[in-house]
């Protein structure tokens, strides 16, 4: 201790907001070089490469093989997938003195496809994964709490590499075994759940969240096992109702209804129904939103939903992907006809507004509830009018369903598993089935069996190296410090000598030596003129699992193991301090 | 081999111009990504992770910790130092997405200045040794070389903090050794020479040369011991010659004399000495050069060498570092008065020109050969008019020296120690002794033991693992291949099985697994359909030292060593296999 390049802080950084940041800087694991940009001071590395290894050990047992690409890559092969513009201002893009365009890679999908492409032309060199960890680059908006959404961070991706769907499906299964493994063995608590691809593209997509208060995402768990993302979550859709005799829609005055429940008020003043009240999940809200398009167009789409929801924006942004999303502005209204604003809806009394033959061009997009048969109340599109009892299927019809209404607590599962329940998450591993989208656009291809050339397709698999350390020091925290699990601490064992007296020090200093020949990585605090206090409390603030103090006990050949995570301490006869330790450390 | 992430090419690649850039993308251990960026793939990686393993340790013997920093940083302490405008268009520069400056750092001196600022306060503190291996960048204005002069490479580098000048002594010795035996581990012959300290500043600096006829460095060695890079030569001054009775400077007329050897043609002509002819030796040539200085303004200087002598322009870089030094162009002089093109002198018949007390300001600085007393043929600042017998010292002075000539074989050492010889090599490694520049800039101040406040002193010392690594391929490489040393190769042996008897593959197999099992790392050619000679030419071309063939021999119990690098192949029992590849491996 009276040489490692540490220094324990006793106030919590300005900055922080997670425990694991106030932790890591507090401890002197990393210090911060720039908004979501750390440096690694030796027992942060100590515990990092300790991460990395268990990685490293789960791929080799998946029989993906390591290689490692720059973090520099020129502009072309993200030109070649649209991903250049796509990224959008989340990447850092440079030039170099001859202007060529060149970005610090946010993922490396493109130079990985190409290489397969360089070195390989059959069918006999697949299935083959291949692997890095390696630095990654992006220009986050908001980057935030520490290494968890950091600008520069290091992430293994691995890319799997085969010629029919049915390799893929064992590629894809052998990488989340692997990350079960890695989790497991990492002691991270997760969950799989049902992903949206993001700008990845693909078919299928998993994420492993490990469930977190401070998560940024949130994702539902049924009784019966389903699990999603809210993104991934699609509604359970309800039977169709037969039109029946159903009465005609009815359109009434609706002044002063400048909310869902003043107009449920009024519908139920006005138009009581006899079997029960009219609710918030009886009106049609008619959403007005913007996409812009990668070519740069600009389109507005109306999507209703029940009246009872709020629209999700980061659902709304998977259902339009890629194009960006955002409500319509008053510009946006100005430059349409046909819908008269706080009084939308798909139908007016001189017939279709919106969906099918209607009298905009307007996409109109429903949310998957709104199915034949359902009875609505809604803009009837003339100012201060709404219409009671418009009947989906009959009245009015739309271009497709959009699912970008809130997920809610109860929400039945999509599979039947009975209601949801929503808990907070943060992504600590993610497995996607990229198909061909790569290999397409950058002519992946290599010979079948028949002498003829198949496209290959692919899988992409990312752990978040740093990421994962600090929901660690996040699940493993107290009020005193760090709490590392043995398999990632940065030493097996912490001595602590106290007092003043030599043969306290020369006893210490050979119980570490002896642990050190038994292969143990032993901290040992040496430093004669600090006190007792702060070094216990710089003990537990690094977190070791095992501590050892060496103190005025030795007098009586007594030393203390003290284990951090139950804080017990446990007397042991000085003499057996060697096996005591090794003991525990070896379980 | 079956599943290795390999291919290995009959032809070499068309943008290589080294053996070690040839071979290794022709044995499948690296690809170029873009113009000075690789990557790197499973064999080339096996490498680069051994000889950063050997790095690391000789680090930790020498007492430094580990700590990581990031490649992308801030602008502002790069500011501090100077060093962001410094570099030029050396270095890659971007913006985030608020318009900040950042740059991938060439190197980390003022991050790791800043962070022991942050975490340290006091002499009691120091010595302190951090280092990293890292990804650097630099945009070469022309990468070539393969890994030699590469824009991403990845370096280790140490950064020394200490408080007196004796603790900086020890500090660069103690890297300096752990230097020696890093080369010495690698098996890279060195010569450590003085070196100039670039753009880092500082006081001392040693460069470690590898000897090789693609280096981009000369360097000069003397019998006596001396060596230096030719920058940082200096030349061993001549006595002063009294004056005594030298006759006064003789004007002539010297049409036609375009080059040095017409002008020394006409002198032997018109003023035949008694002694010995006039050489070239005996002209003083003056070249006009133009400084760029930081803040932008442009100095014309007149330097005077002897004519038989070359400018050295990266000499003169360095003598006039920081500014920029390039030949005056007609611009420039269009804007000197005084001097006549083609016949600039110090002297003219109306007197002084340059140097003290003269009719221009222009800075005249002269060769350090040129000593007070010589005598010199020189051009006599008038148009077609030249001057014999000018006495340095005498009829003319400067106002200071300059060491641009050119370094040539059999110069003497500037300490006495006989006549240089000149090689050509490429530095492997830096050591420096950076002094206070960095602290001083940055603030990095620590209390004495007098509770007195004083400036750091500091050491930069830099390995490059990418270049090392090109280099032992460089130097261990013959027309069929690599020929990798023990200590880095990818694999300890490289066991081939040829034919098509099922009973080769299962010995082949079995010998693996024994071997493993022993903690060997074998690489093992199970490719069934592919002929013994192209087997053989792979092992040449992938150079693992130790290879062993199982094929048709093994009939009569018989398998083959094959000694990569004397190419010598050895018959030995089966049965004694394993334990004859163990002696071989462990010497």
Redesign the interface.
């Known amino acids: 201790m009276s040489?490692?390049?540490?220094?324990t802080l006793r106030e919590d950084p300005a900055d922080a907001e997670v425990a694991s940041h106030r932790l890591l800087v507090r401890a002197?694991y990393i210090?911060r070089?720039?908004p979501g940009?750390?440096?690694?001071?030796?027992l942060g590395?100590r515990v990092?490469a300790k991460v990395e290894r268990i990685v490293r050990e789960e791929m080799a047992n998946a029989?993906a093989?390591?290689?490692?690409?720059?973090?520099?890559?020129?502009r072309e092969p993200y030109e070649a997938t649209g991903r250049w513009e796509e990224y959008g201002?989340g990447i850092?893009?440079?030039k170099?003195?001859k202007d060529a365009d060149?970005l610090?890679a946010p993922t490396h999908e493109e130079?990985f496809t190409l290489?397969v492409k360089?070195?390989?032309s059959s069918y006999k060199d697949l299935p083959?994964t291949?692997f890095q960890i390696q630095?990654k680059?992006r220009?986050e908006?908001r980057p935030r709490a520490g290494l968890l959404r950091g600008?520069?961070f290091s992430m293994k991706d691995a890319y799997s590499f085969d010629w029919t769907d049915a390799g893929l499906d064992e590629s894809y299964q052998a990488q989340r075994d692997a990350y079960e493994r890695i989790f497991t063995r990492l002691g991270l608590e997760y969950v799989i759940v049902a992903a949206d691809a993001g700008a990845m593209g693909g078919s299928k997509s998993e994420e492993f969240l490990h469930p977190t208060p401070i998560g940024e995402d949130t994702f539902v768990r049924s009784p019966g096992g389903f699990t999603a993302n809210v993104e991934a979550f699609t509604t359970l859709v309800p039977e169709s109702i037969p039109f029946g005799d159903a009465p005609d829609p009815v359109v009434f005055d609706s002044p002063n209804t400048p909310t869902i429940k003043t107009l449920v008020e009024l519908a139920n003043a006005e138009q009581p129904r006899a079997d029960r009240p009219w609710t918030a999940a009886d009106t049609l809200k008619n959403v007005v939103l913007a996409l812009t398009h990668l070519d740069g167009t600009r389109e507005l789409v109306v999507v209703g939903v029940p009246g009872d929801r709020e629209v999700d924006m980061k659902r709304a942004e998977v259902q339009f992907q890629p194009a960006e999303v955002e409500p319509a502005t008053e510009a946006d209204f100005d430059r349409v006809a046909g819908l008269v604003k706080g009084y939308i809806g798909p139908w007016s009394p001189e017939g279709p507004v919106l969906g099918l033959d209607s009298a905009t061009d307007i996409r109109y997009l429903l949310d998957p509830r709104v199915v034949d048969g359902t009875a609505w109340i809604t803009g009837a599109n003339e100012y201060e009018k709404h219409v009671f009892g418009l009947i989906a299927g009959r009245d009015f019809t739309s271009d497709g369903t959009a699912e970008i209404a809130d997920v809610r607590e109860g929400d039945p599962a999509p599979d039947g598993s009975g209601p949801v329940s929503l808990d907070r998450g943060t992504e600590i591993g993610h497995v996607f089935q990229l198909g061909r989208k790569y290999a397409e656009a950058l002519g992946l291809q290599v010979l079948d069996p028949n002498g003829k050339l198949v496209t290959v397709t692919m899988g992409s698999y990312g752990i978040g190296v740093t990421r994962n350390l600090a929901l660690i020091a996040e699940a493993n925290a107290d009020d005193r410090g760090l709490v590392w699990p043995r398999a990632v601490a940065p030493f097996d064992v912490h001595i602590v000598a106290t007092g003043k007296d030599d043969a306290v020090y020369a006893a210490a200093e050979a119980l570490a030596a002896e642990l050190d020949a038994a292969g143990v990585e032993v901290l040992y605090d040496d430093r004669p003129k600090v006190s007792p206090g702060v070094k216990f409390g710089d003990a537990e603030l690094l977190g070791v699992p095992t501590i050892v103090i060496v103190g005025k006990g030795l007098a009586d050949g007594t030393i203390e193991l003290w284990d951090r995570k139950s804080g017990e301490r446990t007397p042991v006869p000085a003499a057996d301090a060697a096996s005591r330790v090794l003991a525990e450390i070896r379980g």
């Open positions: 040489k490692l390049f540490v220094r002197g210090r070089q720039a940009i750390f440096a690694w001071l030796p590395l990092r029989g093989q390591e290689v490692l690409f720059p973090g520099l890559l020129p201002d850092f893009r440079l170099d003195r060149y610090l130079v290489m360089d070195l390989y083959l291949i630095d680059y220009d908006a600008r520069e």
